[in-house]
């Protein structure tokens, strides 16, 4: 029990959390009621019970559908503030929160009303918690079950290029950008170039893989993509060579042990890598993913693993420090977290 509250105490950050991921029942009723979305358009009904779905597809099903109560801006603040108020109560210093445009966008929201929602929420979350954000903007590689790039959407570098240009988008919490194939076998071809351009204007790196996609899809996110950090990663573990790749190049795994079980990529957290990751030498932190879905906090990831995987105080230690290391955060408000 004092391993708990070490874990929860010690200065942290978290890298992994979908800001949607964060939409627990009762913002999306507030939500859905303020904007004139009535209950019947809501998959879930009950603003007083948790989310129910079967496996990865009825999460993804229903974390894109329950998006359609975000609407104003109003919403994308109270989303992101909401967050922040409980990561300050886990010990998070600071947090670079994924948002999915093309979620939003596609039903018409303007991109200048997302990101100035969110950013504003976390310059009041530094002010007044001391949590300092950073945004990370993800995008879809289409095909696959759960293709999400539509015909007619905004080609992403013209998106991010039309981000760079608008003065009246608040860009200085605007850390980097992600995504996502949902075609296992997808090689992230055609998110290429907008990584590629992504690098081009100063911004960071990151991509799911390993999680849907197999251990090869996190060869091609550090080759192809030169990722400065891969999202899960856990199935490097299924392939030595990957693993090994992971290691020399030191690329960072923002690990979600309950999200990867809940969502069925594992039986049970007795069967999840993390342990035999951790050994094998790999830069790990651990996250969310998606608190409100998953029915876990950071917290209660650390706990667990704790509980059902024995981290000891150095391996909590080290998770933490990690995650404050491989943050985007400023040198500076680095030092001032440790
Ligand atoms: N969208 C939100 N969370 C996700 C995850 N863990 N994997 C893939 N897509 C996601
Ligand atoms: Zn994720």
Known sequence: KALIQYANRIPKAELHVHVEGTLYPSLLHRFANRNGIPTSALQHKDPQTEYEFEGYSGFIDLYSSNCQVLVNEPDFYELTRDYFVRARQQGIRHAEVFCDPQLHTRRGVPISTIINGICNAMDTAE??????????????????????????????????????????????????????????????????????????VGLKTVVHAGEYGPASSVREAIKTLRVDRVDHGVRSA?????????????????????????????????????????????????????????????????????????????????????????????????EAIR
């Not at 992600?178 to 090689?187: E, I, K, L, M, R």
């Not at 029915?295 to 650390?302: E, K, Q, R, T």
């Not at 909590?316 to 995650?323: E, G, Q, W």
């Open 127 to 200: 002010t007044e918690m001391g949590v300092s954000g950073k945004l990370i903007l993800c995008y879809f590689e289409d095909g696959g079950p759960h293709g999400h790039r539509r015909k007619g959407e905004m080609d992403p570098i013209e998106e991010l290029r039309s981000v760079q240009e608008d003065p009246n988008i608040k860009k200085d919490r605007l850390a980097g950008i992600g995504g996502y194939s949902y075609d296992p076998n997808a090689p992230y071809k055609q998110l290429k170039p907008v990584y590629e351009y992504a690098r081009s």
């Open 238 to 334: 299924e392939d030595l060579t990957v693993l090994r790749l992971v290691e020399r190049t030191k690329t960072p795994l923002t690990v979600c042990p309950l999200s990867n079980v809940r969502l069925g990529f594992y039986e049970s957290l007795q069967k999840h890598p993390l342990r035999m990751l951790m050994q094998g030498g790999c830069l790990l932190t651990l996250n969310s993913d998606d608190p409100a879905y998953i029915g876990a906090s950071l917290s209660d990831n650390f706990r667990s693993c704790i509980e059902q995987l024995h981290l000891s105080r150095g391996e909590i230690k080290t998770l933490a420090i990690n995650s404050v290391d491989v943050s985007f955060a400023s040198d500076a408000r680095k």
